[in-house]
């Protein structure tokens, strides 16, 4: 779901070093950190981990504690990272290092809003870096959108990754067809996620829950639903060329949704020009003949429909499940969307939304704008001392290394608003006790029990999946 080039992982490595080296040099002055800025860092994710790197980086004197909601750190990487994209979680190597600086603490089972207050982090600490991220799926407001098995495609990335307390959420995969609404970089990786052999999936850190669902999956068919025309997909070139690869599975296009627009793919701007040429060239490409070994072969199909938007969702017999989805027949006039008189019907037992996250106020003391789902601000500043980060503060948008770049805006603006002469704040010794928090050396713990768990399977590890459990073997 998240990509990083190369070159930005060679620099996230240097600056590492750098970081390392600074710190280790003034590690033996106790007095430089102890008078130096305390910096609380809210959301142990990308964001959060990348913010904490540039401060330490930027002011050596700094104290920076970070706090997580759940026992173990690492957010989107772990838990919205699609599990055969292990190259995109490299850079917890870098987030180690952070979390392994002297005067860098994790604190972990610590919710803002709960366990601690903005009101306090703001009283004990010089700035507060606020980066818990997004939580909550986008919804369409139509009618049926509360039938059974009309879904988040969150919380299908929630199963398949392990997020605690998403284990037990019933996802119907006994259906022909599966309906996403969506086309960007999520409902790629869902669809492929449920259409990619278990055993390929299996060399991965896939949740054997998953797993299972995948046994008795009778899904032959995923259709991916777009409102705009194929200018405007928001999937990357990547995650199209593995849709395209996909093994035993036969990609659908619709020719007549792309032939209107043949003529503007040479007009497209460089950093999208690539993906727009593939995505006609498979598109327009003349089909080939289907033998009866063919169609042995590619035993599943993925479907790209564009200019659809979902009107409603119809019950079936039982008058509580999806049956169909209704959808709207759209054209493009310039850049804008309309609808036409025409629809269509879809028979499908499962419809997955993924038109997007949201953020939640975790602290009723934080400005917030519901209706977009972000904390309000400028370039990062909520208010004095007070900073966002991530998709708290931008909404849900970009890949890791977009997130990186913005992270590092904001420990720059930390960096910039701290006075040389200002005296430390408390920190952690002024906030209070956390008796169920997990620290470092815990989440150590966990992983290697993670790893040992998954030797004896043969595969990379077995993901803990229940807060309770992670706690339990942290205690024994």
Same mark, same amino acid.
């Given at each position: ?53 540039? =401060? ?40 180690? *290092? ?81 309906? %996403? ?6 409902? %790629? ?8 052999? =278990? ?62 627009? *043949? ?184 992983? *290697? =029990? ?13 993901? =803990? ?12």
């Amino acid at each position: 779901m998240q990509r990083v080039s190369c070159g930005v992982l060679a620099r996230v490595s240097r600056i590492s070093r750098q970081l390392k080296e600074n710190v280790c040099n003034l590690s033996s002055s106790s007095d430089c950190l102890q008078n130096g800025p305390k910096i609380a860092v809210v959301g142990a994710g990308p964001a959060g981990f990348y913010a904490a790197q540039y =401060i330490a980086k930027a002011r050596s004197d700094a104290t920076i504690d970070i706090y997580e909601k759940l026992p173990i750190p690492y957010g989107l990487v772990r838990f919205g990272v699609a599990p055969d994209h292990s190259d995109v979680k490299k850079c917890i190597s870098t987030f180690n *290092k952070t979390a392994n600086l002297p005067n860098v603490t994790f604190y972990g089972n610590t919710a803002l809003g709960s366990d601690i207050s903005l009101e306090q982090l703001k009283r004990c600490y010089n700035s507060v870096i606020l980066s818990y991220g997004a939580e909550e799926d986008q919804r369409l407001g139509i009618p049926g959108e509360q039938l059974h098995n009309v879904t988040a495609a969150r919380s299908v990335v929630s199963l398949y990754n392990g997020l605690p307390g998403a284990q037990d959420v019933d996802i119907n995969l006994d259906t022909e067809t599966v309906v %996403i609404v969506g086309i960007g970089n999520v409902a %790629i990786d869902v669809a492929r996620l449920i259409l990619t052999p =278990i055993d390929v999936l299996r060399k991965y850190d896939t949740t054997e829950v998953w797993l299972e669902k995948l046994r008795n999956s009778r899904v032959r068919r995923v259709v991916l639903v777009g409102r705009r025309g194929p200018l405007n997909v928001s999937f990357t070139v990547k995650e199209f060329r593995e849709m395209l690869k996909l093994e035993n599975v036969r990609p659908i296009f619709h020719k007549e949704q792309y032939l209107p627009f *043949k003529e503007q793919v040479a007009q497209q701007e460089r950093g999208r020009k690539r993906l727009i040429e593939l995505l006609f060239k498979s598109a327009l490409a003349e089909p080939e003949p289907v033998t009866a070994e063919r169609w042995a072969r590619a035993e599943k199909e993925m479907e790209l429909r564009l200019l659809r938007s979902p009107l409603e969702f119809l019950p079936g017999s039982d008058g509580k499940s999806v049956e169909k989805i209704k959808l709207a027949v759209n054209v493009m006039k310039g850049d804008t969307v309309e609808g036409t008189e025409e629809t269509e019907e879809i028979e499908t037992g499962l419809v997955l939304r993924s038109i997007g996250y949201k953020s939640i106020q975790a602290d009723e003391e934080l400005p917030f704008n519901h209706k977009k789902g972000v904390a309000v601000n400028v370039d990062g500043r909520v208010s004095e001392g007070v900073y966002a980060a991530g998709w708290l503060a931008t909404g849900p948008r970009g890949v890791i290394v977009d997130t990186m770049g913005t992270a590092f805006k904001i420990g720059a603006n930390v960096v910039a608003d701290l006075k040389e002469e200002q005296k430390g704040k408390p920190g952690r010794s002024g906030m209070p006790s956390l008796p169920k928090s997990t620290s470092w050396a815990d989440w150590q713990k966990l992983e *290697k =029990i993670e790893m040992e768990a998954g030797k004896l399977l043969g595969r990379p590890k077995i993901k =803990i999946t229940s807060v309770s459990e992670m706690l339990n073997k942290i205690q024994s």
